[in-house]
């Protein structure tokens, strides 16, 4: 079985750019859930998705934002960039509310 | 309010010896414990849960956690330490009956593994 995808790998933007991330999960799988990943605050919950539905939130403001397609498949988007949004951020795939599988992430940097 | 500290930055064994990777939790509810793995260069994977059954709880490479409420700990162990063991471990905490919402991520312990 093929793992939880992330794409791209790395991305460098400018503050006030946006950016969208995006998570291709393992196959079968429903739920896709995406979190932070800083040196300061660790693992950091965004949101999850489950069949196309916000199905939780994190503390994270309406820059960030997500949405889930009918393939599973998820996207993540962060508008307005600032200089603390350069971070690891990592899907994570599941059957059911826990995650099982997490993806290598995607490395954001903002200059 | 709901925390998970690991007690360790950094552990190192040497192989074939045991491991013990410290975990205590803060919680003002049954919480569901787990401890993650992240092997370099790869991702995040669920290593063993606790959800209110067994307190001794067994996940995948040999790996085994206690959960011992009266001393508020989620100690992961594995009696002899292989190379393939080098990782970072996360324990976390869900202190509700299903959101993802409340999981608390511990800052990680790094387990260094020595021939």
């Known amino acids: 079985k093929a793992g939880v995808t992330q794409t791209p790998r790395y991305l460098i933007k400018t503050r006030g750019q946006q950016v969208t991330l995006s998570c291709s999960p393992i196959?079968?799988?429903?739920?896709v859930s995406w979190y932070q990943q800083t040196p300061g605050q660790g693992l950091q919950f965004l949101f999850e998705?489950?069949?196309?539905?916000?199905?939780n939130k994190g503390n994270f403001p309406g820059r960030f934002s997500g949405r889930q397609f009918s393939n599973s498949r998820s996207e993540m988007n962060v508008s307005t960039l600032e200089l603390g949004d350069s971070a690891l951020y990592l899907c994570?795939?599941?059957?059911?509310?826990?995650?099982?599988?997490f993806g290598p992430g995607t490395r954001l940097t903002v200059l | 309010a709901q925390s998970v500290t690991q007690l360790d930055s950094h552990v190192s064994v040497s192989e074939g010896t045991p491991v013990l990777l410290r975990c205590n939790y803060s919680?003002?509810?049954?919480?569901?414990l787990f401890w993650y793995v992240q092997h370099p260069n790869k991702g995040l994977q669920l290593l063993l849960k606790?959800?209110?059954?067994?307190?001794l709880v067994k996940g995948i490479n040999g790996f085994e956690a206690e959960f011992k409420k009266s001393e508020t700990s989620f100690h992961l162990t594995k009696p002899s330490a292989h190379m393939r063991d080098a990782a970072e471990y996360f324990c976390?905490?869900?202190?509700?009956?299903?959101?993802?919402?409340?999981?608390?991520f511990g800052k990680g312990t790094k387990l260094s593994v020595k021939p």
């Open positions: 196959s079968g799988h429903r739920s």
């Open positions: 994570a795939s599941s059957e059911g509310h826990l995650p099982q599988y």
């Open positions: 998705y489950f069949s196309e539905t916000q199905r």
């Open positions: 606790y959800t209110s059954a067994a307190t």
């Open positions: 919680s003002s509810y049954s919480p569901s």
């Open positions: 976390v905490v869900r202190t509700d009956g299903g959101s993802q919402g409340n999981l608390i």
